[in-house]
T-cell receptor
Framework: QKEVEQNSGPLSVPEGAIASLNCTYS??????FFWYRQYSGKSPELIMS????GDKEDGRFTAQLNKASQYVSLLIRDSQPSDSATYLC????????????FGAGTRLAVHP | GAVVSQHPSWVICKSGTSVKIECRSL??????MFWYRQFPKQSLMLMAT?????????EQGVEKDKFLINHASLTLSTLTVTSAHPEDSSFYIC??????????????FGPGTRLTVT
């Protein structure tokens, strides 16, 4: 089992809809979780961090964390074509070194 | 915010030459910096982790003698690709981790350097 798993997509949603991106992780002791957005040809950009169970909202983005089920999700409300990108889920590496383990990413396509 | 810069943003070099890429944290001191490589349509691949004043820790399969990393200060890390070959052509991205964060392990990425070896 991979440490961080994401559906590669593409996830296609119409403009204005809610996009739901999911991520599961294998390390039960993980405490913090991150969502990055990566546009084609660009570097990743941190969009959400979460460490408590439940929801965290920031503008149109909501991160949801369920540690018991070992999944974290990202909801994007009122999706816009500019949200079309690859979304990467990341979890701290349990072996230390402050490094993150990234999922392969889910490609989101928002069509007008 | 936390701003990380990289220089150059793109570079073309001839096979057999060496290329140095700089990564700077502009508005914070980075305890740890990371170097990633990404081939087209593929996932991020961590190459190495570096801490200021210490030797870098390389991921399995990454040649430390080919990819030289120097973390000279809390704001600067460099990656030198030695004796570059066409298969080293890739998108190299650095990131930096800032101490004292409410949520540790947050990494901030630089804009990346696109290397083409001819």
């Amino acid at each position: 089992q991979k440490e961080v798993e994401q559906n590669s997509g593409p996830l296609s949603v119409p403009e204005g809809a809610i996009a739901s991106l999911n991520c599961t992780y294998s390390d039960r002791v993980s405490q913090s979780f991150f969502w990055y957005r990566q546009y084609s040809g660009k570097s990743p950009e941190l969009i959400m961090s979460i460490y408590s169970n439940g929801d965290k909202e920031d503008g149109r983005f909501t991160a949801q964390l369920n540690k018991a089920s070992q999944y974290v999700s990202l909801l994007i409300r009122d999706s816009q074509p500019s949200d079309s990108a690859t979304y990467l889920c990341a979890v701290p590496f349990s072996g230390g070194y402050n490094k993150l383990i990234f999922g392969a990413g889910t490609r989101l396509a928002v069509h007008p | 915010g936390a701003v990380v810069s990289q220089h150059p943003s793109w570079v073309i070099c001839k096979s057999g030459t060496s290329v140095k890429i700089e990564c700077r944290s502009l508005d914070f001191q980075a305890t740890t910096m990371f170097w990633y490589r990404q081939f087209p349509k593929q996932s991020l691949m961590l190459m190495a982790t570096s801490n200021e004043g210490s030797k870098a820790t390389y991921e399995q399969g990454v040649e430390k003698d080919k990819f030289l990393i120097n973390h000279a200060s809390l704001t600067l890390s460099t990656l030198t690709v030695t004796s570059a070959h066409p298969e080293d052509s890739s998108f190299y991205i650095c990131s930096a981790s800032r101490p004292g964060l409410a949520i540790p392990y947050e990494q901030y990425f630089g804009p990346g350097t696109r290397l083409t070896v001819t």
